[in-house]
């Protein structure tokens, strides 16, 4: 990564947590940095001197995302985008494709990021024969706003080298290829990445990102490089941690890393509950186990919550001097007390997403019948069970901005007002502890529980154009980014 500063110095009120457990502001103060760590905290004097910030700033620690598809992020931002502006319907979709397609020359693959069949009307996907007849010339690739399956046309299943639709009638919707799509349309080449990527990189640091999990689920050698160097070429000048598809990746995957990027473990997917209980699953888990590698399982709803929980208990132990850190448990979306007790008894993590309530709540208001409602996200049940619980933005599904997990924290609403259950609402304290020392937990950190301004910890931390104390974790702004003794970044 470069040369690292040897001295830094920061000046501003520490942003705390108050023995009522509410946010407050210390005294100003001074901070040197040297060699990438915090080297003394004094008392702010007017006879010293400051590189960054002033006593009336306000100094906050740097966040973590703990789960996010950074790849996926950076090759989202080079195709259309659905998100921001979603089409009302299938035929305003449709026209969408035409006009963003028109100048582009015939073969040309067409990206889409950001569909979801459910903000459309008509709440489906369109029919193989509508995608060829509105992109006839074109491979198109619609990627779901889960990141789980794509939409192709004719011509992209032909590029793909997939079977043509049952019918022009039939969904255009495909699903177990995410990986080989992604490779086809070169997703793991650097040059196309660089900017992007650097683009991505300089976006989270002036949200005041520090510390990135990458937990992609086909993460093998060749991601791990691509992210390594992006590392080094500080395109993302955030720490990075790789999940991999498998613990047979990990000789390869160190060598490659080289010290750039940390590995953190296994990520697996199942997409129902018989996955959870197959061979296959229960081999992939005890190779992690033989290995020393945490296990982070995707569990939205609570038959799979339920199933990686058993799936967990049958294997056996991890060796001896691996990780620290604890298994995990990515979203837990849905989850029933009965599955809170197990979770709590367990010992298992939760990564989960507050801000889906803010930015997907219209899909729940749909789709989840209102009895349910406090079960989604339930961050205080969670929380009191003894759960250990981080904050994380599921990049690119949504925003990486952590606003949207501050609100959805403390206030369960959604963009569109609807409340989903005022009783499983956290404070302020919590949801930015969420995404600092609780994540420092998760990833196994031996400090994590120290203060986090304390000579000796890492210098990552962040001069904040806003008081949150004042004005709520909804104001978070970043001025400057500090990761590891270097300015990151400036918000814009």
Not at 28 to 56: K, N
Not at 279 to 301: P, Q, S, T
Not at 472 to 492: D, F, H, K, P
Request: charged share 25%; hydrophobic share 45%; proline share 6%.
């Amino acid at each position: 990564m470069g040369d690292v500063p040897v001295r830094l110095v920061v000046a501003g009120r520490p942003l705390l947590r108050s023995c009522g457990g509410a946010l407050t502001l210390g005294e100003p103060v001074r901070v040197c940095t040297e060699a990438g760590r915090i080297a003394s905290v004094a008392d702010w004097a007017r006879d010293g001197h400051e590189d960054l910030g002033h006593p009336d700033a306000v100094l906050a620690p740097a966040l973590s995302d703990s789960h996010a598809h950074l790849v996926a992020a950076a090759s989202a931002r080079t195709a259309l985008d659905l998100a921001q502006d979603a089409p009302r319907d299938v035929a305003t979709l449709l026209s969408r494709l035409r006009e963003y397609t028109v100048t582009r020359p015939p073969g040309e693959w067409v990206r889409v990021r950001g569909y979801d069949e459910h903000a459309l009307r008509e709440h489906r996907h369109p029919t193989a024969g509508e995608l060829d007849e509105a992109v006839p010339q074109n491979p198109v690739r619609l990627r779901h706003a889960t990141l789980h399956g794509s939409l192709l046309n004719g011509l992209g299943r032909r590029r793909a080298g997939l079977p043509a639709a049952a019918g022009s009638d039939a969904p255009a919707l495909v699903v177990g290829h995410e990986e080989a799509l992604g490779l086809l349309r070169g997703d793991r080449d650097a040059a196309s990445l660089r900017l992007p990527l650097a683009e991505l990189g300089a976006e989270l640091a002036a949200a005041g990102i520090a510390s990135i999990d990458d937990i992609t689920a086909s993460n093998d050698a060749d991601r791990v490089r691509l992210l390594a160097d992006a590392v080094e070429q500080r395109w993302l000048p955030q720490r990075v941690r790789v999940w991999l598809r498998d613990a047979g990746e990990e000789i390869a995957a160190r060598d490659v890393a080289a010290g750039r990027v940390e590995i953190a473990g296994v990520k697996l997917l199942p997409t129902t509950e018989d996955a959870t209980r197959t061979g296959a699953f229960h081999a992939a888990i005890c190779r992690a186990r033989a290995a020393g590698l945490a296990i982070a399982i995707h569990a939205v709803e609570p038959d799979v919550i339920g199933g990686a929980l058993d799936a967990l208990a049958a294997a056996p132990p991890r060796r001896l001097g691996g990780s620290r850190a604890p298994d995990r448990l990515e979203h837990c979306s849905l989850c029933p007390p009965h599955l809170v007790e197990r979770l709590a008894t367990a010992g298992v993590a939760v990564v989960t997403q507050p801000g889906f309530l803010v930015a997907r709540g219209r899909k729940y208001e749909r789709e989840v019948e209102e009895p349910l409602w406090p079960w989604l996200y339930p961050l205080r049940s969670l929380r009191d069970a003894g759960v250990l619980v981080a904050g994380s933005s599921d990049a690119p599904v949504i925003s990486p901005d952590p606003r949207l997990g501050f609100v959805g924290a403390t206030t369960r609403r959604s963009a569109e007002g609807v409340s989903f259950g005022e009783d499983e609402v956290v404070s302020e304290a919590v949801a930015l502890e969420m995404c600092t020392s609780a994540a420092a937990r998760v990833r196994g950190d031996a400090d994590a529980d120290l203060p986090w301004l304390r000579a000796g910890s890492a210098a990552d931390l962040v001069v904040l154009e806003t008081d949150p104390v004042k004005d709520g974790l909804a104001s978070w702004r970043a001025a400057e980014t500090v990761i590891g003794g270097r300015r990151a970044g400036l918000a814009s």
